[in-house]
């Protein structure tokens, strides 16, 4: 009896829930995300800028770079120069439907010949 009357009352309990806190529905690890990524692109040109500072490249260090473009340019002139199709052959230069129908003409009139 005892138990009925708690179970009863246990299930008659409603449940309240609690509001969900801000913090929770913000969109924190968009932010955090954001931010780090920020902070990554900062710290990258830093470090660029930094060894440019630094940098001192030997006497033919220049001129490697010119040869290098120029290595670049002639690369990009074969190609657009090059031609990709195969030579024509030469049994197609001829004009051999001429040469065809020139043949069919004498083999009529030989044929016409030995008939008459």
């Known amino acids: 009896m005892e138990l009925e009357a708690e179970r009863t009352k246990e299930i008659g309990k409603k449940v309240k829930p609690k509001k969900i806190p801000q913090e929770v529905k913000m969109k ?3 932010t955090i995300n954001k931010d780090n990524e920020a ?11 930094i060894t440019k500072a630094n940098e001192r490249p030997f006497s033919f260090h220049e001129r490697d770079l010119e040869a290098k473009k120029a290595k670049d340019n002639q690369k990009h002139e074969k190609i657009k120069s090059k031609s990709f199709y195969n ?28 008939a008459a």
């Open 28 to 30: 924190l690890f968009d």
């Open 39 to 49: 902070r990554r692109e900062e710290v990258k040109q830093k470090s660029l800028e």
């Open 87 to 114: 030579p024509v052959p030469w049994k197609v230069m001829v004009p051999l439907y001429e040469k065809m129908v020139t043949e069919d003409i004498a083999a009529r009139e030989e044929r016409v010949s030995r």
